[in-house]
């Protein structure tokens, strides 16, 4: 299992240093990669979601457990191999920063990135789900993805930089407007990227509360409970779907995530007050418009 965006020649400035990335993998490993090394100004990251597996850098022997992210920098040579009974999952981003060793005056966020050669540790920063935004970008390609990339490879090296200083997420007590307003793109960007697979636990996990303090959230903010909002985000995506012509009704219901076509049917019925079939041909029915509107 590979998914690769190889030269994509993404190229973007970070505190006045020039970045290219032309590279960027997941791969669930199944074979050993031998010992290799990068020129000046190269930089792979490394972030390990799930499995295990060895690597070998500079001579020295490091086990790999899931959360493990490593760095390896210009000429440190690393070779990994994969424990086959359960063999590690990664995402790989590689980064050139060209003329690097020529800039003066570097921001101190840049200078501890590019003077770190080595590093490996657990992620304390989020990581995982940084990596799970940015190959949906590059997968789905939505309006404005490449300025939306741009900006998830610059939080990238941020997390980076404060994991080699092991710092944590801070934890703030929040007023209740405050926590409104730093929660509300998670829940919104939950419903609207993840509709297929969502779950109550798994949001409160991403924002550090309770299932009750989650329930309650939404309660307040948008005055539904958290069904209400994976209906209307589901009911929403289907209404869409049930448009491109080429898809079936049972395509749908597994793009959406229910068990089966006739409970997607149900479910859309109970929404709607109509069958998926019967809304595909009245929506059908309107003529598309003309170049002038009309």
Known sequence: ???????????????????????????????????????????????????????????????????????????????????????MQEYCVYFRFPGSSRARGRSPLMDAFLSTRFWIGQDMQGIHFLMKQLFGELEHQYTGYQNQVELLLSQLIIYLVRDYGQEKKPEYSFAENDLYNSKSVIIEEYFLYEYRNLSLDALAERLKLSARQTQRLLQDYYGKTFQQKKTEARMSAASILLGEKHRTIASIAEELGYSSPEHFSSAFKNYYHASPGSYRKEQMEFPPLDEEGL
């Open 1 to 87: 299992m590979k998914t690769q965006y190889a030269n994509i020649d993404l190229h973007f400035s970070l505190d006045g240093v020039f970045v290219h990335t032309p590279n960027i993998i997941f791969e669930r490993f199944t074979r050993v990669i031998p010992s290799h090394s990068h020129g000046n100004g190269c930089y792979e990251i490394h972030y390990i979601p799930a499995g295990y597996g060895r690597l070998k850098a500079d001579g020295i022997y490091y086990d790999i457990s899931p959360n493990t992210l490593f760095v390896t920098g210009p000429h440190v040579v690393h070779a990994q191999s994969p424990v086959l009974s359960d063999p």
